[in-house]
């Protein structure tokens, strides 16, 4: 089946210490995106990829950067974590821009900060 | 700017009961818009969706119904089971540009046999 997949499910990381979340889909879709979910809240989207320009929202903090060397992956990094990005991370894919089209999400990488 | 406004949570059923999570918002023009799903420690699933005034989405048994006089989109299901027991957010999307959600803060169902 074609999916969205996410590695690992689940990431230990130390304060201050970079990580690399990854994303990879085989659904063949222009458009990936990254969002942020915290405990009983809503997810957040950090960035979007459509193709390959990158787009970021005005509030998502320098401290999280984002690659997609191609088609099938994009990865989120994050340079030096503090414990307030301890949350879920989620990756989506959509075919295109056409606003009736579903995302669709992979199970989500929760990160932890030590 | 868009928003989505759905009902807090927790909502408790018992099994077979009638669920209804209301969900309103506000947009520009004329927006798509879905129903996703999060079960425990998973992503989130499309569980309904519908792109027109009118248009009812449907699937596994629940039910919205896309009403532009309201705007709203409530989620209904007749009988509820155990399994349903989820985190359920509405979300709308606008036309124009790349497709960016906007989802609702949630609402959690736990549905008790």
């Known amino acids: 089946d074609a999916m969205v997949i996410q590695n690992p499910r689940y990431q230990v990381t130390q304060f201050g210490k970079p990580v690399t979340l990854s994303c990879s889909q085989t659904l063949n879709h222009n458009v990936m995106y990254w969002y942020q979910q915290k405990s009983s809240q809503a997810p957040k989207l950090l960035f979007h990829y459509y193709d390959k320009d990158f787009n970021n929202e005005a509030d998502t903090p320098d401290n999280f950067q984002s690659r997609r060397p191609n088609t099938s992956f994009c990865f989120l990094d994050i340079r030096s974590p503090g414990l307030g990005d301890a949350a879920m991370y989620l990756c989506?894919?959509?075919?295109?821009?056409?606003?009736?089209?579903?995302?669709?999400f992979g199970d989500g990488t929760r990160l932890s900060i030590l | 700017g868009d928003s989505v406004t759905q009902m807090e949570g927790p909502v408790t059923l018992s099994e077979e009961a009638f669920l209804t999570i209301n969900c309103t918002y506000t947009a520009t023009g004329y927006p798509s818009l879905f129903w996703y799903v999060q079960y425990p420690g998973e992503g989130l699933q499309l569980l309904l969706k519908?792109?027109?005034?009118?248009d009812k989405g449907s699937n596994k048994g629940f039910e919205a119904t896309y009403r532009k006089e309201t705007t709203s989109f409530h989620l209904e299901k007749g009988s509820v089971q155990v399994s349903d027991s989820a985190v359920y957010f509405c979300?709308?999307?606008?036309?124009?540009?790349?497709?960016?959600?906007?989802f609702g803060t949630g609402t959690k169902l736990q549905v008790i046999p």
């Open positions: 979300a709308l999307s606008s036309r124009g540009g790349y497709q960016k959600v906007t």
């Open positions: 519908a792109t027109k005034a009118d």
């Open positions: 989506a894919t959509a075919p295109e821009a056409g606003s009736n089209q579903p995302q669709h």
